[in-house]
């Protein structure tokens, strides 16, 4: 959730073009009903601006997944793949994957190089903290030597680049040790930090959230791989609302499950459809990115929903607006992976391909 103080009541309601569109909710039904229908017919209160965050001279923007507002309201924390998406960060470990953006899109700062092999998740705490998540390896190619083995751990920062600490082993460990392939970070309401792990729908893959003290030591996991309530399948994204909620994007289960910081679940919604990235801001607003249905060519991806940005309410459920995406006929995977918004209801969305890089969207303006 948001860990700025917003001093508007409602980004949304904040501009007169999205107050004057009717909040459309969803048909009534079952949130909870895997069958339920998708969500398409939305207004897009939302004007698209690319090649807002504008990187240095030389390099060119490569996959994305993580993006996530500061504790300001303003400035954009983003963790991108070293300019493409597999193995860059090995091969170019001279690169800074951590990148912050003022709001005209100027990069204020990085750092990272050489740290994270492939960035896929990032979070930033009430203190300004930078959490990000690295969900592969470098053992392509030659082994590397033991003291060089990087990846499949979760790093903290701090504002400054800082490295304050690492949880998990390099390289990565299977249950009971941890991680493989950490998907996302946060750290709750109660301090405690929660990771979503697994990032594979094969069999015998990790799927559970893990849960560790303010000082990074073990506490617990809920959860394991599979489709039955309470099980998880790709935990990709993860987001707390105002009743300190865990709210889990389960990706190639096309669900969220809503969670205690004890791991009760509480309620699975499907109205959302196959999330990617979530954000929840201190209003309880929830943005949503799609980015895989109907997308990969296989019926397994919802081919009836649209991919986007859906944004609706965290406490009542319904889904409000639609975001689609800008590349409609696109066969990979497309539009926003990670999203977040700013305390002025811009919306960010970090792509992983097929360009890449991230977009902004604004807030229509009317008389």
């Known amino acids: 959730m948001s860990n700025y103080k917003n001093p ?3 980004a949304l309601i904040t501009f007169a073009a999205v107050a004057a569109m009717p909040m459309i909710a969803n048909a009534q039904g079952d949130y909870s009903d895997p069958d339920y ?9 939302y004007v ?9 001279s030389g390099r060119e923007w490569g996959s994305t997944s993580a993006v996530h507002i500061a504790p300001d309201g303003e400035h954009v924390w983003v963790a991108e793949r070293c300019g493409a998406n597999i193995n860059a960060c090995v091969i170019n470990d001279d690169v800074d ?3 912050l953006f003022d709001r ?4 204020v700062r990085s750092f990272g190089a050489g740290l994270i092999t492939w960035p896929h998740g990032i979070h930033v705490d009430n203190d300004g903290n930078v959490w990000v998540t690295d969900a592969r390896d470098n053992h392509s190619g030659d082994q590397p030597e033991p003291d060089e083995i990087k990846g499949h751990q979760v790093h903290k920062f701090s504002p400054e680049g800082e490295h304050l600490m690492s949880l998990g082993e390099p390289g990565g460990a299977r249950e009971p040790g941890y991680f493989f392939q950490p998907n996302d970070v946060i750290v709750g309401p109660d301090d405690y930090i929660y990771v979503g792990e697994g990032h594979s729908n094969a069999e015998g893959s990790p799927g559970r959230i893990l849960k560790f003290n303010p000082e990074g030591e073990y506490v617990t996991h809920f959860g394991e791989f599979g489709t039955e309530p309470g099980q998880f399948m790709q935990p990709h994204a993860l987001a707390f609302d105002s009743q300190d909620r865990l709210f889990v994007a389960d990706r190639s289960n096309d669900r969220i499950q809503i969670l205690s910081t004890d791991g009760e679940l509480l309620d699975i919604w499907y109205q959302f459809s196959r999330i990617s990235g979530l954000y929840i801001d201190e209003n309880d607003t929830l943005y949503a990115a799609d980015s895989e249905s109907n997308s990969l060519g296989s019926t397994q991806h919802r081919p009836d929903w649209k991919r986007g940005i859906r944004i609706g309410s965290a406490e009542t459920g319904e889904v409000h607006y ?7 006929n696109c066969t990979g995977t497309c539009t926003a992976e990670g999203v977040t918004v700013d305390r002025f209801g811009n919306i960010y969305g970090a792509e992983v391909g097929p360009v890449g890089g991230l977009k902004r969207y604004e807030p229509r303006y009317m008389p």
């Open 37 to 45: 229908p998708p969500t398409n017919g939305l207004p897009n209160p």
């Open 8 to 10: 508007v009541k409602s």
């Open 97 to 99: 994957p951590i990148m």
């Open 48 to 56: 698209t601006v690319e090649g807002w965050a504008q990187m240095p």
């Open 104 to 107: 005209d899109g100027e990069m």
């Open 322 to 328: 639609l975001i689609p995406d800008p590349i409609p």
